[in-house]
């Protein structure tokens, strides 16, 4: 984009360049925060008079992380980048005794403190054992957090952990399918946000691997998200454009303890009960001259695990996660087929009668996360994730009781997302983060014939044959982000 204007003499010039700087400083202090929270807050004495100079140090109670500012003269402090997780935030001043206190920061929180530092009887420290309350006084945008407990332990179908945004009030499922209505908006209209970095396909207006399409199931796994911030109004600019919401997600990082997870889950056609619907198809694909079993075809595996931890104690830090499934349902033809009068129908009917074998679509999948994190000081903090998808859906490019195995064919997802950070304290009224994102999202549909597509009526009934109509097909997105802001 390019800007042009003029001005007349230098003061007007000057001002206009006051005047933008401070709009880049201020956009630039906003997105900065995106995957990450602010903490601000004043220092005083019982009576309510400000304590200016006083040292305040959060301490991330996780990693070890330590970080320290001066109030200034009104008594202020502001950590405005800070990881997410548990802190204690802890003040002291000559003549005071020191106050700690114990707060959680989540992704995109912006919170306020008022730590009032009693007078000093010895050498005391007063614990504020209660964690302090979330009360976002600081701006007026409307925001839902989910956190790590409610992922792990709220029961969802399929492991997408986007369902969780059903939660939030006034968001249902789109009519369209898969993707999520926030207001009645269409799904393609949300933006999804993972670690700070757009992670939305520009081509289908859906998110990277187009998990809301009915396929792929989940681009990240569910156990690999710490937490993700759903915002419906009112959301500052930091987030980028969305008509609908924009679903701030931050993914796991390890600690100074070792925790891992391990899981699968199993259903099959044996465990499962009589569908009616089934029932009369099935009898009448039996009066069509082709059986069908007892119970529909299904299978359904999920399974994984993650294990993260230090590499070196309050330094360097690893997360993985894997998380794979292999899942079949059946695709039955429900076709009858006339007898034949004349040798033309016999060949048309023995043409036929080869297409409408009942045939298998598969959902396999597999997904990694691999993420590393380095306190290089007290002063700089690296951070880099990467996440690979690979699906495999058989059968989805076009299916149905009337379309034969020929009509359809596998729909495969291959994304790649790599994401790094380096968060620096240059002064402690100054940081910088240096931010560098890279998304490739390859979704090719393959066909399972060469032949001409071809719709076949008779006796009231329709079958699809040959390649369909859109198939073999190819999609492919490459995208790089730079981004280097100051707060």
Known sequence: MLCAFSVRGSNRLAQLLVSFLMVLALGAGAFAQVNQGTLSGTTSDPSGAVLPDSKVTVTNTATGESFNINSNAEGLFVFPLLPLGPYTVEASHAGFNTLVQNVRITVGAKIDLKMVLPVATGNQIVQVTAEAPVVETTRTSESDTVGDRQIANLPTNGRNFLDFTLLTPGVVRDVRGGDLSFAGQRGTLNSLTVDGTDNNNTFFGQTLGRTGSG???????????????????????????????????????GSNSFHGTAFEFFRDRGLNANDPIYSLQRAFAQNAGKPLPLKP?????????????????????????????????????????????????????????????????????????????????????????????????????????????????????????????????????????????????????????????????????????????????????????????VT
């Open 215 to 253: 396929r792929a199931p989940y681009q990240f796994s569910q156990d690999a998200v710490q937490e993700f911030q759903v915002n419906t109004n009112g959301y500052s600019a930091e987030f980028g454009r969305a008509g609908g919401a924009v679903i701030n997600v931050v993914t796991k990082s």
């Open 297 to 485: 075809a299904y299978h359904f595996n999920q399974f994984g695990g993650n294990l993260g931890g230090p590499i070196k104690k309050d330094k360097v830090f690893f997360f993985f996660d894997y998380d794979g499934q292999r899942n079949l349902t059946g695709n039955p033809i429900l076709v009858t087929l006339p007898t034949p009068a004349n040798a033309f129908q016999t060949a048309a009917v023995n043409y036929l009668a080869s297409r409408i074998d009942n045939y298998s679509r598969t959902f396999n999948q597999d997904v990694y996360l691999g993420k590393g994190d380095w306190n290089i000081s007290d002063r700089h903090q690296l951070s880099a994730r990467y996440n690979g998808q690979r699906f495999t859906g058989q059968g989805l490019e076009n299916s149905g009781t009337s379309s034969a195995f020929e009509h359809t064919g596998a729909s495969l997802v291959n994304s790649d997302s790599f994401n790094a950070q380096l968060t620096s304290t240059l002064r402690p009224t100054l940081v910088n983060v240096l931010k560098f994102s890279y998304q490739r999202d390859s979704e090719p549909g393959q066909a399972n014939s060469i032949n001409p597509e071809g719709q076949v009526r008779f006796s009231g009934q329709t079958l699809f044959v040959g390649r369909n109509s859109f198939s073999p097909r190819e999609t492919t997105i490459h995208r790089q982000e730079y981004g280097d802001t």
